[in-house]
């Protein structure tokens, strides 16, 4: 899946300058008064009626009078929801909006003639479109250069590294397995533990890398930290054996390191160009949401936030993952919003025509035979949905105006 770069904006910024309109969370104060609920009682009671028991009665026979008198609490209770339900449709209607969620009650009072609620409605927040023609965005044109393939093969050395056992000092680049211990400041000791160190400049600790850089196996190692000591007691030292081009090339399933160069080039050049595709795509939503800000619904939010901290997990650093997690599913749901916006007001459909382009696009050998297969199996819908942000942002980008910019 791709990954779009983090929300641009500051949210609460933005927030404190959102119209009214442009809120997705309401609060309408809704009375019920007590002759509205009057008026329902009777049919509710008949409804009720219908399934509950009165002895000497089959269901639905007793007398009204007698079920309001064994029920009158449930009576109101039902009819003062009806009365409520009716009155939040009616506000739905004729506001026109396009719910989240249920609507909640965030509050509820009486006095002598009415039934007081508060109910909040989580909706989509209405918001216009700016001018897309009046739009320019940077798109970001990178080269593929010799050294980036270089760095590329370098990756692939480094992923196919072997270790091996020295018996000299501790060099840049090594791998030092050692035996751990804390000892806090009273000088206690705790259990031993083992240690994996990869000694590289810029990535370890700098007191540990100046530290242990030129020991040898069998020498102890101290730091001092906040609250105590920090002992290394080094016991082996492997150095990476890299393989040479050539056997690279062979691991890669190439034929010479000349093919593998020219295979890697052109897979970077696609990479380079699906990046500069999303960065583009992620600089046109963030200029709309410039121009016309709205508040993201909190719900939307919570449910993109689930499968998203599962997607950052692993790739950014532990302590990260909660803020990039959040940040990056408030972008979602905001390009979410903005392009189901895009969708209705433009039309914007998916034929088989365009699914036959995309899934061409998408490296699917027999586009046709897939689109028929998925016919078949009633799937047809399935693929519009997939294709249809992809559409959405054909639109955009079609619409606005790029300016290349190349960088190295």
Do not use: C
Not at 45 to 58: D, E, H, P, Y
Not at 167 to 196: C, H, M, S, T
Not at 224 to 245: A, F, H, L, M, R
Not at 334 to 363: A, F, P, Q, W
């Amino acid at each position: 899946m791709k990954t779009r770069p983090l929300f641009l904006f500051n949210l609460s910024t933005v927030k404190s300058r959102l119209m009214e309109e442009r809120k997705s969370v309401k609060e309408v104060k809704i009375t019920v008064s007590k002759e509205e609920v009057e008026k329902l009682v009777d049919e509710v009671a008949l409804r009720i009626s219908k399934n509950v028991r009165v002895q000497g009665f089959r269901p639905g026979k007793a007398p009204i009078s007698m079920v309001k008198s064994m029920y009158m609490d449930r009576i109101i209770e039902e009819a003062v929801n009806e009365a409520l339900n009716r009155k939040v449709g009616e506000i739905i209607e004729e506001k026109g909006w396009k719910l989240i969620t249920n609507p909640r009650i965030k509050a509820q009072d009486q006095n002598d003639s009415a039934y007081e609620f508060t109910v909040e409605f989580e909706i989509i927040p209405e918001f216009e479109l700016p001018d897309l023609t009046s739009i320019t965005v940077k798109k970001r044109i990178k080269r593929v250069t010799d050294s980036d393939v270089e760095e590329r093969i370098n990756l692939y050395k480094e992923e196919n590294a072997q270790l091996k056992a020295v018996d000299r000092e501790v060099r840049e680049g090594d791998l030092v397995v050692a035996q751990y211990i804390f000892r806090d400041k009273e000088g206690n000791e705790g259990k031993p533990k083992r240690a994996r160190i990869v000694v590289k400049s810029g990535d370890l600790d700098e007191d540990l890398y100046n530290a242990i850089i030129g020991k040898k196996a069998g020498e102890r190692v101290e730091i001092p930290v906040e609250d105590g000591t920090e002992i290394y007691i080094i016991q082996n030292i492997y150095e990476k054996v890299y393989p040479d081009d050539q056997e690279i090339a062979e691991l890669l399933g190439y034929t010479s390191v000349g093919e593998m160069r020219e295979k890697i080039r052109e897979k970077l050049i696609e990479e380079f160009s699906e990046r500069a595709e999303i960065e583009l795509e992620n600089s046109i939503i963030n200029e709309i949401y410039r121009l016309s800000p709205f508040d993201p619904p909190p719900s939307l939010v919570a449910k993109i936030y689930v499968d998203i901290k599962d997607e950052l997990s692993g790739k950014v650093p532990p302590q990260e993952l909660e803020q990039s997690a959040q940040n990056l599913a408030v972008f979602r749901a905001i390009t979410e919003i903005i392009l189901l916006k895009l969708i209705e007001e433009r039309n914007i459909d998916v034929s088989e025509e365009d699914i036959i382009k995309y899934l061409k696009e998408d490296g699917q050998q027999n586009p046709e035979a897939f689109l028929n297969e998925a016919k078949k199996r009633g799937r047809l819908d399935e693929l519009k949905s997939r294709y249809l942000a992809r559409k959405a942002f054909d639109y955009l980008k079609n619409t606005v105006k790029i300016e290349p910019e190349f960088v190295e």
